[in-house]
């Protein structure tokens, strides 16, 4: 399967990037797994952060009691580095939104980017799958209601 079919999501992730100094954007599983990447990171290196951005989350959700309580739900991790940062948010059920950026973006604006994208994004990943329509205009064919 080529990259393009296998990231059908990647052109929403697009959008958070138009932030200025904002590099990359991936989602991913709980698990790991890679859903969908921005333009400008290549699916190897994509699949390679999705699976050490689920530890990262996993291990920032076993330090709840860190901040009160233990049962309080995770919302949102920043790492910051030398040359930049990543976040890293809920995105739905089992699914998380990372963005990297530069040391000079906008947090504010990265994180408001994020949720409006996670707001779009939940919508596409609850929405029942689409039928063939090529499939109903074949004679002989009939659309499932």
Not at 46 to 72: M, N, V
């Amino acid at each position: 399967m080529n990259d393009h079919m296998a990231n059908e999501l990647g052109w929403m992730l697009d959008e958070v990037l138009k932030v200025p100094e904002a590099r990359h954007a991936i989602l991913l599983s709980a698990d790991g797994m890679l859903r969908a990447h921005s333009q400008g990171v290549a699916r190897d290196e994509a699949e390679r952060q999705a699976a050490a951005l689920s530890g990262l989350q996993s291990i920032s959700r076993s330090t709840a009691e860190f901040c009160g309580k233990d049962d309080s739900p995770w919302q949102q991790t920043l790492v910051e580095f030398a040359d930049g940062y990543v976040f890293l948010v809920a995105a739905g059920a089992g699914a998380y939104l990372a963005v990297s950026s530069t040391q000079d973006v906008d947090m504010e604006m990265v994180t408001y980017r994020m949720q409006k994208l996670v707001d779009r994004l939940g919508k596409e990943l609850t929405s029942p799958p689409r039928h063939d329509t090529a499939a109903a205009t074949r004679p002989g064919t009939t659309v499932p209601s």
